[in-house]
C-alpha cells in the first residue's frame, strides 16, 4: 500500500505562483510514475502532470503546459507541482496519485492510478 499527502494548496491573485507537495510512504517510491490530476466542481477528474519513476520523462495537459513543472525528489519520496502564471480556471482540487505499471503519458489518457492522496484546494481568484 501507498499513503500520498498533499500539501501546498491555498488562495492566490491570478498571475500568482503555488508549489504543491505529495509525499509518498510505504513502498519503494522510485517504481511508481506519479501524477497530478485536478477536479473542479461539477466537473470531471483531469490530467494535469506526470512523471516517470527515475524522473527523466513527463508529460503534460497542454492546458499547463509552460505554466505548469513537475518534478520529483526520489531521496525524499517527493513529488513536486510548481505552477506558475496562475489562472482562475485552474482552481480545483488537485490530486497526486501513484501509478506501478503505467507511463507518464498513459496515465494521461484515463484519470486512473494504483493510489491516489487525499486532495489540497488551489483557488486563484481574479
Known amino acids: 500500500q501507498v499513503q500520498l499527502v498533499e500539501s501546498g494548496g491555498g488562495l492566490v491573485p491570478a498571475g500568482d505562483s503555488l508549489r504543491l507537495s505529495c509525499a509518498a510512504s510505504?513502498?519503494?517510491?522510485?517504481?511508481?510514475?506519479m501524477g497530478w490530476f485536478r477536479q473542479a466542481p461539477g466537473k470531471e477528474r483531469e490530467f494535469v502532470a506526470a512523471?516517470?519513476?527515475?524522473?527523466?520523462?513527463?508529460y503534460y495537459a497542454d492546458s499547463v503546459k509552460g505554466r505548469f513543472t513537475i518534478s520529483r525528489d526520489n531521496a525524499k519520496d517527493t513529488v513536486y507541482l510548481q505552477m506558475n502564471s496562475l489562472k482562475p480556471p485552474d482552481t480545483a482540487v488537485y490530486y497526486c496519485?501513484?501509478?506501478?505499471?503505467?507511463?507518464?503519458?498513459?496515465?494521461?489518457?484515463?484519470?486512473?492510478?494504483?493510489?491516489w492522496g487525499q486532495g489540497t484546494q488551489v483557488t486563484v481568484s481574479s
Open positions: 512523471i516517470s519513476g527515475s524522473g527523466s520523462n513527463t
Open positions: 510505504g513502498r519503494i517510491f522510485s517504481n511508481y510514475a
Open positions: 496519485a501513484a501509478d506501478y505499471h503505467r507511463t507518464p503519458q498513459a496515465m494521461s489518457v484515463i484519470p486512473i492510478a494504483d493510489w
